[in-house]
């Protein structure tokens, strides 16, 4: 089975068990209007892309979704946003859930990592922007734990939801033969969790070579989540090491941002 499919649209579909009626996707950096070097569906509006070309960017995708993208203001931390049909672009948060049809959760990503989650009875869909420091979070409690956690809030979903219930799927991020961090990062790990060391290999003095996406499977899988489709971490899904699919601010430092995106239908 394909680890994922590239659709005839500039998109990404997720290779995974979803409900029917939990629809989801990842946008490539082709088939849009902007220009280099944010060629060509750059969906940010925080990266100096003109305005109006990144509006336009921004209508394509929500005629070709079908529903409206709710996008955030990004601050590499771990809130998340409730999402329903008064919500507002440009809330700030690192993610979004939802248990209403017609919305789609959506980060921007440029390096980071896409997590998409939904539950076995297509009840709530989520999506969290995962960098380094929204998964070490503040004392072990992460953007994976909050998400995994809303889940599980009886106030919020229809049924009774266990980790055994959730399903995920990882998106395309910075690889881990790309993705150099420094001594404060590989501490920010191993303080909560020494099995996180696994995921880092020495480069250089004080510099290490990160598994963005081995880090995030860890964390799912401490709350109880096995079910974890895409990104397995292989060269096919690195942002740096692939400039013709995906956008990169580690490799181009002026880029443009994709988009993931998950909604109910």
Same mark, same amino acid.
């Given at each position: 089975? &394909?680890?994922?499919?590239?659709?005839?649209?500039? @998109?990404?579909?997720?290779? @995974?068990?979803?409900?029917?009626?939990?629809?989801?996707?990842?946008?490539?950096?082709? %088939? %849009?209007?902007?220009?280099?070097?944010?060629?060509?569906?750059?969906? %940010?509006?925080?990266?100096?892309?003109?305005?109006?070309?990144?509006?336009?960017?921004?209508?394509?995708?929500?005629?070709?979704?079908?529903?409206?993208?709710?996008?955030?203001?990004?601050?590499?931390?771990?809130?998340?946003?409730?999402?329903?049909?008064?919500?507002?672009?440009?809330?700030?948060?690192?993610? &979004?859930?939802?248990?209403?049809?017609?919305?789609?959760? +959506?980060?921007?990503?440029?390096?980071?990592?896409?997590?998409?989650?939904?539950? +076995?009875?297509?009840?709530?869909?989520?999506?969290?922007? !995962?960098?380094?420091?929204?998964?070490?979070?503040?004392?072990?409690?992460?953007?994976?734990?909050?998400?995994?956690?809303?889940?599980?809030?009886?106030?919020?979903?229809?049924?009774?939801?266990?980790?055994?219930?959730?399903?995920? @799927?990882?998106?395309?991020?910075?690889?881990?033969?790309?993705?150099?961090?420094?001594?404060?990062?590989?501490?920010?790990?191993?303080?909560?969790?020494?099995?996180? !060391?696994?995921?880092?290999?020495?480069?250089?003095?004080?510099?290490?070579?990160?598994?963005?996406?081995?880090?995030?499977?860890?964390?799912?899988?401490?709350?109880?989540?096995?079910?974890?489709?895409?990104?397995?971490?292989?060269?096919?899904?690195?942002?740096?090491?692939?400039?013709?699919?995906?956008?990169?601010?580690?490799?181009?430092?002026?880029?443009?941002?994709?988009?993931?995106?998950?909604?109910?239908?």
């Amino acid at each position: 089975m &394909a680890r994922h499919q590239i659709a005839p649209t500039p @998109w990404l579909i997720p290779d @995974w068990p979803a409900p029917a009626r939990v629809v989801a996707c990842c946008t490539l950096r082709t %088939g %849009g209007y902007s220009a280099t070097p944010y060629d060509s569906l750059n969906l %940010g509006d925080h990266v100096g892309d003109a305005v109006q070309t990144v509006a336009r960017n921004r209508a394509l995708l929500q005629a070709r979704l079908g529903v409206r993208p709710v996008f955030l203001n990004q601050v590499h931390g771990t809130e998340l946003l409730q999402l329903d049909a008064s919500t507002p672009d440009g809330q700030k948060a690192d993610g &979004a859930f939802t248990s209403r049809m017609g919305l789609a959760c +959506t980060v921007m990503v440029a390096d980071c990592l896409p997590v998409m989650l939904c539950d +076995t009875q297509g009840s709530m869909v989520a999506v969290v922007h !995962a960098g380094w420091r929204g998964l070490v979070g503040v004392e072990g409690l992460g953007i994976i734990e909050r998400i995994c956690e809303q889940f599980a809030a009886p106030a919020l979903v229809k049924y009774s939801k266990h980790a055994t219930d959730l399903i995920a @799927w990882l998106g395309p991020c910075i690889g881990p033969g790309a993705f150099e961090v420094g001594d404060e990062v590989l501490q920010g790990f191993v303080r909560t969790d020494p099995l996180a !060391a696994q995921c880092f290999t020495p480069h250089s003095a004080g510099k290490w070579l990160a598994d963005l996406a081995g880090l995030t499977r860890q964390r799912l899988h401490a709350r109880g989540v096995t079910r974890i489709f895409g990104n397995d971490s292989g060269p096919e899904w690195c942002t740096v090491g692939n400039p013709l699919s995906f956008f990169s601010h580690r490799r181009d430092r002026v880029s443009g941002r994709l988009a993931a995106c998950i909604w109910l239908r």
